[in-house]
Each structure stands twice: as C-alpha cells, then as structure tokens.
C-alpha cells in the first residue's frame, strides 16, 4: 500500500554563530566565504540574538500540520543549507513507512532560485521506492491571503500609514529570463490588499544578495526614501515570508528601520505568519487536496 508523508522545506540556519563559516559554504554551492561576509552576517546573526529562529519556527510549523492531519500521515522538516537536511528528512520518511512525498517549500510564491531548488534537491535525495511531487506555489490560496490580511488588521492600519508588501529580492536577468515570481508577488499584494481594504499601498523588494549585478526593486530602503517627504509612517507586510528568520528580524527589524529612523520616519512592521492557525489550515488543505 502507499503511505504518503509530508516533507516541509525551507532555506536552514545555522545553529550558532561558530557555525557560519560552514553553513555560508553550502549556501555559496561549496565556495568558501570571504572573511568580510563571514563577519557582516555574524553581526547581523548577533544583533538578533545570536541565532535565526528558522530552524524552531519550521518544526513548529510541522507539530501543528501534524496535529491536523492526524498521525496517519507523517510529517518531517527538511532544510537545503542547514541540518536537518533534505536528505535526512526523506531518509526519515521512508523509515515511517512512506512511499510517496509530498513537498511544500514555504516560500509562498514561484521562482527557479528559491522553490526549484528545494525541489531539485529532495529529487536529487530520494530514496529508493519513494515517490515525490511538489507543490509548486501558493501565492494565491486564498487561506495564504487571509493569514496575511489577519496579521495587517492586527496592526490596525493608520489612515496616514503606507502599507508596503516586501518580499526577497532575485537578480533583474531571472526575472528577464521568464521567472514568474515578481509576478505571483504582485498577486499575493493584490490578494492580501483587496481582502484588507486598502485603497493605496506599495511593493518593494528586501534581502538582495551580495552581488554585483543589479536585483529587482525598488529596496525597501528606497521606498522610504522616494516617499518619506510626503509619508511620515510606514507599515511593512512581509509577504514573501512565512515565518521569522533574519530577513524579518535583521533586514526589517533593524536595518530598514535604521533607515527609517534617518529619514525621521516611523516603520513597524506585521506579525509573520509562523504558526497562524489560518496558515497551518493552508497547509493541511494542500496537503488533503493530494491524499
């Protein structure tokens, strides 16, 4: 008989800050890091507290799907950078029993360098007898943009507040080259904006990588400065994100409103997601729409 199991994916993060050196090797495909990069994300890892939260948020995420989906179907953690691996992950799976996988990588929206490679690599890792399929996007579930509309009518929205949805930044020649991500970005603000009310807000791009070829914007950092001579406070919706991590607690958290603070503006931002009850009946829904 088929017994199909569920492998949550996500990016991973070091457990401490001794690990970086290591951990920014895979993540740079094997190349090590330059002594400069390995001292600006200790630092940035340091002003959060000294680790990401990724890793803890993740296997919480997994408790509550599990809790929902009964213990017929197992449900495992699989990181690309970090442990637990991808590989172990499935490795634990075929050991429950499962023949068939169903991956959710917990970005919301579609793109070659971010969901096609957590897929890549549980494809790549497979066990022998297992069967695996992904699901590719789910920018648009209409559970995804009412778990983000709750968190903005938490924050309860000031009529002289700009809303901006933020989600990571990729090289411009991806998008160029026919990724559909910018666009499922675009469709997930739409969503969340419609369901909310709002008759105004904003998009902008965080977390480009160290590179330089030019990434899709505008940053966050630009917004504020383009609008800060007519808007004085800022509300950020991290929608390309499902849980805390550095992009939230460090890009956000610190660095742009550090920016804000120079501009003397005011920024906050929305809860994530993490646990939502309404994100986790998300994932069960994907998950039951395969059974």
């Known amino acids: 008989m088929t017994r199909t ?8 993060t070091p457990s401490s800050i001794g690990e970086m050196p290591e951990y920014l090797t895979l993540v740079r495909g094997g190349r090590p890091p330059s002594p400069v990069l390995i001292h600006e994300l200790t630092e940035n890892y340091a002003a959060i507290g000294g680790r990401s939260p990724l890793t803890d948020i993740t296997q919480a995420q997994a408790a509550a799907l ?10 495992a953690v699989g990181m690309r950078n970090w442990a637990p691996f991808i590989k172990d992950a499935l490795g634990e799976l075929a050991a429950a029993g499962v023949t068939r996988v169903i991956g959710i990588p917990l970005a919301p929206q579609f793109s070659t360098l971010s969901v096609q490679k957590y897929v890549d690599a549980a494809k790549a890792a497979l066990p022998t007898g297992v069967s695996f399929e992904s699901i590719e996007s789910f920018h648009a579930h209409p559970l995804l943009l009412d778990a983000f509309a709750e968190r903005v009518w938490s924050a309860q929205p000031k009529p002289d507040e700009l809303v901006i949805f933020t989600a990571h930044s990729l090289p411009r020649r991806v998008i160029e080259a ?3 991500y910018a666009d499922e970005v675009a469709e997930t603000a739409r969503g969340v904006g419609d369901r909310v009310g709002l008759k105004k807000y904003e998009r902008a791009y965080q977390s480009a990588g160290r590179t330089p070829e030019p990434w899709i914007g505008p940053s966050i950092e630009e917004l504020l400065d383009d609008k800060s001579a007519t808007v004085r406070k800022f509300l950020i919706v991290p929608i ?3 849980c805390d991590h550095t992009e939230i607690l460090f890009d956000i958290d610190v660095q742009a409103a550090r920016a804000a603070r120079e501009l003397s503006t005011v920024l906050r931002r929305t809860e994530s997601l993490n646990t ?3 994100f986790i009946a998300m994932l069960e829904d994907l998950v039951r729409a395969r059974l």
């Open 5 to 12: 199991g569920v492998l949550l994916m996500a990016h991973g």
């Open 66 to 75: 599990r809790e929902r989906l009964g213990p017929g179907v197992p449900v």
């Open 178 to 180: 026919g990724d559909r």
């Open 240 to 242: 390309g994100f499902v």
């Open 276 to 278: 939502s009850p309404t």
